[in-house]
């Protein structure tokens, strides 16, 4: 078994190396070691991603059209990234809708235009998006979703409703799921639609969740116009882009590098508490350990796969499932080292790590239910994974 | 990169899956599993022929010359199929133990017997030698009630002990996974010039246990992803309330939660497997992590995959529990969870 990178790559380690140290005073640290002032945070996290994307880190394939470094797709040279990174203690940058999600889907179905006017930009941490996605009524049944946009001229006229929208107010754009056709079936007459938050006739009503930060929110649409240009991929083909799209989300909601890096974290608290002399809380780490250890080789596993155009089968389909629990599982440990400490929260006295734990331990549960929720995974396990038979649908009344 | 299993891995795992499938069907399990000696006298030289009680033993001495890697997908596919045989005790631990050892003509006439499958050597670990007596009473020896020879280790060093030496009482022990057995052997006051001393030396002692605890998590793995595959198969089958009772979620989360535990431990198996085999310092912690891991996932899916079967499943005739039952023994032997998360975290945290 070879699980050696190649001393091909020893270039590539020495040349992250170098751009860590030069850019050390910028650079942001990983885990739960980060925070403080939340403007500053801002900033040094938007100049750390322009400082990234421009060296090539971010983004590394997107082509140099668009401001990209215009790498190949290569799963190895982003595996010694990771590690490296991950052994420096520092943040690969921004992953969110806009770089994780967006651009990858534009890339594959954007015209010309759009992606060169949005791609690099985005990357840069410029513009920030947004997923305008599920609706009050459609949260699992997402295809159910009812805000509709009908053309006039050359604009479609908005209205609905979309809530859980994670940082809207501070998004410059939103891409969105709208029925453009109502006429064309559940999944045939949805489009996938970019637009500016700016446009009139948007209003967005923050909604606080349960770690008090309030990084949801409603977002209502009063006849609000939108270019029909907007469109990203043809009109009607809204699921097929938006649903290509959910694959990025399910990848980034499972990076084993991140529980590794809040693993370590925990093992520091114990370390410093003292319990990690305490045999109740060792078999506790090490059920853990043995947990995050599986899914990280169950992940170099998954790597192979990609890199021999292989299909993973079910494998692939576990990822998200175990790995929001294991953030969570983690976290839970860790609070509970921190005995009555762990009742802080961020901003308190005394708090630890500026209450990260907390927070993440509460952002955690949310991901177990956010981008598809656990019992919804594992009917896609069952069903695609094991072959399962679908529920039935429920006779007429 | 390529982390997984190289195609003649992959052949040697098909064809040992084709041997096990043919020749050790349930029936056969069943048979041993329900007898009073708990011996299938044939499968020994079945596993000769097929090369796989000579895994791990070198080409030169009859043979195959290949690694834990190898050793470890045959304990998985002895897991899936319950075969009637404790794979990490006679063809993992024995064979690495007196490879291990100095005794010339008569190691390799041992080495050779194994690889054959004519000859079971039966290790027994921690033996009772004092002031140059064996004299004690050892619990749980496996396959001790047809052994040729003790491997007898202690602090390191190793005697073999012919079976036929006068002074050696065995007293079979009954097992709930009838597939393995135990014994109590009681060896009387033997004079240890009865026994041919074989060097020996703690760290391949330690080395050799850690194998032989990597076969028996594989061994449990094996045996887990049979029970979820039997009641995948029955969940597709079976009707209540109309419905074929796969399609309730009740159901098929139980069987999505079984999968999405153990497919991982599969690849945790592989890199322990490769720690072992590259000589690697790290596989002082993953030895007893993976067994801990693997036999605690298997015990939980078989827990829920019988469960599967509703009442079925608690019956005779349902063989759910023939593989609930192996991961139980998996789990006992040479350290059970608690205990080797505890070794594990010596080495982890110390």
Known sequence: MDTSIGSEYDFLREEIRSFLTANGDVAVPAGPGFGGDASQIRERTLEWQKRLFDAGYAGRTIPKRYGGAGHEPDALASLVIEEEFQNAGISLGMENQGTGMFVPTLLHFGREDQKQELIRPTMRGELIWCQGYSEPGSGSDLASLRTSAVLDGDEYVINGQKIWTSGAREADMMFALIRTEADAGKHGGISYIVLSMDTPGLDVRPLMTMTGDASFNEVFFTDARVPAMNVVGRPGQGWEVGTYTLRFERNMLGRSSTTESYLAGCVDILRETGLIDSPVYRDRLLKLEGRVQAMKYHQLRLLTDRLKKRDSGAGGLIVKLNSCQLNYDVCALAIDAMAERGVLKRGSKHVRDYGNWQRNYMYALGLIIGGGTAQIQKNIIGERGLGLPREPKPAAA | MDFGLTQPQELLRDSIARFLAQDVDIER??????????????????????????????????????????????????????????????????????????????????????????????????????????????????????????????????????????????????????????????????????????????????????????????????????????????????????????????????????????????????????????????????????????????????????????????????????????????????????????????????
């Not at chain 2, 897991?79 to 190691?107: Q, T």
């Not at chain 2, 004299?135 to 073999?160: C, R």
């Open chain 2, 29 to 350: 399990v069943r048979r041993v599993m329900d007898s009073e000696s708990g011996q299938d006298e044939a499968i020994h030289g079945q596993l000769g022929d097929l090369g796989i009680t000579g895994l791990l033993i070198d080409e030169g001495l009859g043979g195959i010359g290949l690694g834990m890697q190898e050793a470890g997908i045959a304990a998985q596919e002895m897991g899936r199929a319950a075969a009637p045989v404790n794979f990490h005790s006679s063809y993992v631990l024995a064979p690495l133990l007196i490879a291990a050892a100095d005794g010339g003509e008569r190691r390799n006439e041992l080495l050779g017997g194994i690889a054959e499958g004519r000859t079971l050597v039966t290790p027994v670990l921690d033996a009772p030698i004092r002031n140059g007596r064996v004299d004690g009473t050892v619990l749980y020896v496996p396959d001790a009630a047809w052994s040729d020879a003790f491997l007898l280790e202690s602090g390191g060093s190793l005697h073999l002990l012919e079976a036929t030496v006068a002074g050696i009482g065995i007293e079979p022990l009954q097992t709930v996974d009838g597939t393995r057995r135990v014994a109590e052997v009681t060896f009387s006051g033997i004079d240890l010039g009865a026994a041919e001393s074989l060097g020996g030396n703690a760290d391949s002692t330690r080395r050799a246990v850690h194998a032989a605890q990597i076969a028996l998590a594989a061994d449990a793995l094996g045996a887990a992803q049979k029970g979820l595959h039997i009641a995948v198969d029955y969940a597709k089958e079976r009707k209540q309330f109309e419905r074929i009772i796969g399609s309730f979620q009740a159901v098929k989360h139980m069987c999505a939660e079984v999968l999405a535990e153990v497919e991982p431990v599969e690849s945790l198996l592989w890199h322990t497997a490769d720690a072992w085999d590259e000589g690697s310092e790290e596989i002082e912690h993953l030895a007893p992590l993976l067994k801990a891991h693997a036999t605690e996932v298997a015990s939980q899916a078989v827990t829920m995959t019988t469960q599967v079967f509703g009442g079925i499943g608690f019956t005779h005739e349902c063989d759910m529990h023939i593989f609930y039952k192996r991961v139980g023994y998996d789990r006992q032997m040479l350290g059970n969870p608690t205990a080797l998360r505890e070794q594990a975290a010596a080495v982890m945290y110390a």
